[in-house]
């Protein structure tokens, strides 16, 4: 007779593990993931077990406490990194036509761009500030929870293969010039051009704890808070309220709202399908 060896399924880590977990992490490394969304921090978390294979929440705890290298891997799993340039490219499109045109008068733009990720976004936002004959004058904040992020978005490289759909989305978005003027090829990979990158100045800086930085003419913050409970998410509007100069312009992602913020009368809609606010006051 033949016995097979049955694989046995690894329970998922249940509510109360995870909230155990996420308390020991806040304690440990100073990271609190404890208001994000409680069904997406879940799946990640259980996702990067399988991968490291853990089966429990007590072996997870000692992988990530004990190894600073473990939890830098975690960070990068569980935040947020999907990006890509000229992501919809009607909001790019809206940029152009309804938001440069307006902040063209100032002598200094000042742009944050929150949870970054590895930049493709912010490079995209230099493309279109440079074909306005604006980038000069104009300073990005590139901020993001995860340093790794941080550290890839600072060199400017891209995989080659992503190019040909990034192509498509800069002429979507209207783009003016030759997409291949922006970048250099080299092996299977391209480097955004150092004019477009000597503006930037990229930090870490966490949504859930940190303050306010500086007044700017322009936030951009897409497709972060739908990870975020709904208490973090009236807490982070707060806070780029308070950043936004007056008549300064929030943009969030497409299915973001500033509906249950407690901001929504103090802003203005320029773009009611991009999601793209005006502060009033």
Not at 65 to 91: A, C, G, I, S, W
Not at 120 to 136: D, K, N, R, T
Not at 144 to 163: F, S
């Amino acid at each position: 007779y033949g016995f097979h060896k049955i694989k046995m399924e690894k329970p998922d880590l249940s509510t109360d593990e995870v909230d155990r977990l996420l308390i020991v992490i806040k304690n440990a490394t100073g990271y609190d993931f404890t208001a994000y969304s409680k069904a997406s921090i879940q799946r990640r978390i259980n996702r990067f077990m399988d991968e490291m294979g853990l089966n429990h929440a007590i072996d997870l705890e000692l992988h990530l406490v004990n190894k600073p290298h473990n939890f830098n891997y975690f960070l990068e799993q569980v935040t947020v990194n999907v990006t890509e340039m000229f992501r919809d490219p009607e909001f790019y499109k809206a940029l152009r036509e309804k938001v440069i045109p307006v902040l063209s008068s100032y002598p200094i733009i000042k742009i944050w761009h929150a949870g970054c990720a590895t930049g493709e976004e912010v490079f995209s936002m230099a493309i279109l500030f440079y074909e306005a004959g604006l980038l000069q004058r104009t300073r990005f904040y590139a901020t993001d929870l995860n340093p790794a992020n941080l550290e890839k978005a600072r060199k400017g490289v891209i995989p080659l293969d992503v190019m040909k759909d990034y192509t498509v989305n800069y002429i979507k978005s209207g783009g003016k010039s030759d997409f291949a003027n922006y970048y250099t090829a080299r092996y299977n990979n391209i480097i955004i051009n150092k004019e477009l990158k000597s503006n930037i100045v990229y930090s870490q800086h966490n949504l859930v704890t940190d303050q306010e930085f500086n007044e700017f003419q322009l936030i951009c913050c897409r497709n972060v808070l739908i990870y975020f409970n709904k208490n973090l998410q009236k807490r982070v509007v707060g806070l780029f309220h308070s950043s936004l100069a007056n008549l300064g312009y929030l943009a969030l992602g497409t299915k973001e709202s500033l509906l249950f913020s407690g901001k929504r009368k103090e802003f203005q809609v320029t773009d009611a399908q991009q999601k793209i606010f005006r502060k009033l006051f």
